[in-house]
């Protein structure tokens, strides 16, 4: 295994044990939506995938997340409205990520879903 591999093991462990850190705000009960969020910016090779699959996680919401092949990160989030909110607030204040436009577009819910994945292609 080589030396990149160790640095990518390092750089997870960081951003799962920064996420377990967030304080969460508590949440008042808001209606669920799902919506479809393009993270655009320097927010591939740097953790963005995972740490919203862990604070996903942590929050309830299902869906998914992925890279593009433009270098963008695509998510469908579903959820609480406010949950989803403090999501899309906390990635675009990340340090080792520069998110320079976020769009999020509201999509039907899916009914049957009940976990977060972390799609790598």
């Not at 993270?39 to 963005?48: A, D, E, I, L, N």
């Not at 604070?55 to 309830?60: D, I, P, Y």
């Not at 959820?79 to 509201?106: P, Q, W």
């Amino acid at each position: 295994m080589g030396f990149i591999y160790y640095l990518k093991k390092l750089r997870d462990g960081f951003v799962i044990n920064q996420v377990k850190k967030i304080n969460l705000p508590h949440f008042n009960p808001s209606p669920i939506v799902r919506k479809k969020v393009i993270f655009s910016g320097r927010v591939q090779k740097v953790g963005f995938r995972l740490e919203i699959n862990e604070l996903a996680k942590r929050l309830n919401l299902t869906g998914w997340v992925k890279n593009r092949n433009d270098k963008n990160v695509e998510a469908e989030l579903q959820g609480e409205i406010k949950k989803i909110h403090f999501m899309i607030k906390y990635m675009k204040s990340l340090k080792r990520a520069s998110v320079r436009d976020v769009t999020t577009n509201e999509i039907p819910i899916i009914d049957n879903d009940t976990e977060f994945a972390l799609i790598k292609e």
